[in-house]
Every structure is written in C-alpha cells, then in structure tokens.
C-alpha cells in the first residue's frame, strides 16, 4: 500500500481522537494484519513483508502485557511509516527485529511510536487536570508508568 505522508498523518490524527489509540484498527487502516506469537521467548516484535510483496504483516509476543503488546505495536507501525524500503530486503530473516541495540532506526521508531500512542497536546492537556497522576495517566494512554514518565519528563 502507498499511502501519501499526508494521508498517513491524517489517519494517525483520527485515530489519537480516541484515547487510548486503537493501534491495531490503525495498522488495519494501513493495511498492516497483527498477529500474536505464543512461543517467542525474547523477541518484542517484528515487521515482515508478506510474500504477495505489497502488504506487511506485524507480530507481537502474546505473553508480554497489554501495554508492552500495545507499545510493540506501534513501534512496528513506526518502521512501517519511516523505514518501509528496508523492510523484508533480507535484513534479519526478511524481518526488522528489536535487538535491544540503540541504532538511529530503533530510535526513531521508539520515538515516533511514543508520538502515535502519547500525542504532545493530549498529553499536556490531561496533565493540566489536577487530579491526574503517573497511574491515571498512563492508564488514559494504555501505556506503562515507565513510558508515560518518560514522556511527561518526570521521575518515577
């Protein structure tokens, strides 16, 4: 699917309209299919062209919690939008793989993963409410403690 930066903004926009984001509905909206793995042990995640050559598939490790799956998710969305031509060329078994290294491409797709899941402005206008703390933020986001405080800039 080619889908125009445009277009992919727009949708991440109306999908952030809801909180938490729906990121599987939103990777549906890409044409992107997720999928639940049972047996990996270390593996987060990956992103694999299907062997039709024009659609993705994403797989996340069942057995980590909601908020993890949820995270994992949107970071294999995120290599889909930025780093689609290096996606199923042979690089890890035709996959891209969270290796627990800090490469620039990891980085900016953790990066733009917190951006899907924690947009800026929805972020700051909750925290505005008094009565919010870390928990009841990132329980508004489906996010754990540890990413919402990196987020918002605080301690945890």
């Not at 992107?32 to 050559?53: C, F, H, L, R, T």
């Not at 996606?87 to 793989?97: A, E, K, S, T, V």
Request: aromatic share 8%; with cysteine.
């Amino acid at each position: 699917m080619n889908v125009s930066r445009d277009a992919v903004q727009n949708l991440i926009v109306e999908a952030q309209k809801s909180l938490p984001v729906d990121v599987v509905a939103l990777c549906n909206r890409f044409g992107i299919k997720v999928y639940e793995v049972q047996d990996w042990a270390e593996n987060s995640g990956m992103i694999k062209k299907n062997p039709d050559g024009d659609s993705y598939s994403v797989y996340v490790n069942a057995t980590h919690s909601k908020v993890r799956q949820r995270f994992t998710i949107a970071h294999e969305l995120a290599h889909w939008i930025l780093h689609r031509d290096i996606i199923g060329d042979g690089i890890l078994d035709d996959g891209l793989y969270r290796s627990g290294l800090p490469t620039p491409v990891e980085v900016q797709a953790n990066r733009f993963a917190a951006d899907i899941l924690m947009p800026k402005s929805k972020v700051n206008e909750e925290w505005q409410n008094p009565d919010c703390d870390l928990d009841s933020m990132a329980g508004i986001f489906g996010v754990s403690r540890q990413a919402m405080a990196i987020r918002l800039g605080v301690p945890l």
